[in-house]
């Protein structure tokens, strides 16, 4: 079993629909969770994190963390066809030092105009 | 803020020869720097992890002979493919933490 579970998708929606990326984990030590999100060809743009359990909302952008449960979310509202990119969750248990980060696989994601 | 490059952004070579990469943060001071390896359609691998001043550490698997790193400062680590084949061939990412990891461009390595 890997650390980080994430649905590599594709997933195909509509613009202006909500959309909701979803990644689970299995190691109870992870602290700080990301979101990135990379276009084709290019490097990973950090998005959003999240320190622990709580909501965190940018903009149309909502990140959820439920430790208890294992379990991240991204949430896009009113989807945007330049929202079309792969989206990696990321997880660490501390900022400090050398932190590696662990991946998930990443979903694909595209918004239809 | 947190603004990363990478030198060169692509690069087509000769089987046998060397390539190197260059990672910078502009904009801020980097003790430790990443090196990732991604093939297409697949998430982030990681290679290395690099330390300002000292030899990097190496992920299981990576051949710290063929991949040389090099951080000379606060801003700047290299990476250097040495002997590049065909295998080599893929898409090489770094980033530089200041806390948060952040990501530089890419650079997208072919091997003839």
């Known amino acids: 079993q890997k650390e980080v579970e994430q649905d590599p998708g594709p997933l195909s929606v509509p613009e202006g629909a909500i959309v909701s990326l979803n990644c689970t984990y299995s190691n109870s030590a992870f602290q700080y969770f990301m979101w990135y999100r990379q276009y084709s060809r290019k490097g990973p743009e950090l998005l959003m994190y999240?320190?622990?359990?709580g909501n965190k909302e940018d903009g149309r952008f909502t990140a959820q963390v439920d430790k208890s449960s294992k379990y991240i979310s991204l949430f896009i509202r009113d989807s945007q066809p330049s929202d079309s990119a792969t989206y990696l969750c990321a997880m660490s248990g501390t900022l400090q030092g050398a932190q590696k980060l662990v991946f998930g696989q990443g979903t694909r994601l595209t918004i239809n105009p | 803020g947190a603004v990363v490059s990478q030198h060169p952004s692509w690069v087509i070579c000769k089987s046998g020869t060397s390539v190197k990469i260059e990672c910078r943060s502009l904009d801020f001071q980097a003790t430790t720097m990443f090196w990732y390896r991604q093939f297409p359609k697949q998430s982030l691998m990681l290679m290395a992890t690099s330390n300002e001043g000292s030899k990097a550490t190496y992920e299981q698997g990576v051949e710290k002979d063929k991949f040389l790193i090099n951080h000379a400062s606060l801003t700047l680590s290299t990476l250097t493919v040495t002997s590049a084949h065909p295998e080599d061939s893929s898409f090489y990412i770094c980033?530089?933490?200041?806390?948060?990891?952040?990501f530089g461009p890419g650079t997208r390595l072919t091997v003839l």
């Open positions: 999240t320190y622990s359990s």
């Open positions: 980033s530089a933490s200041r806390e948060l990891q952040f």
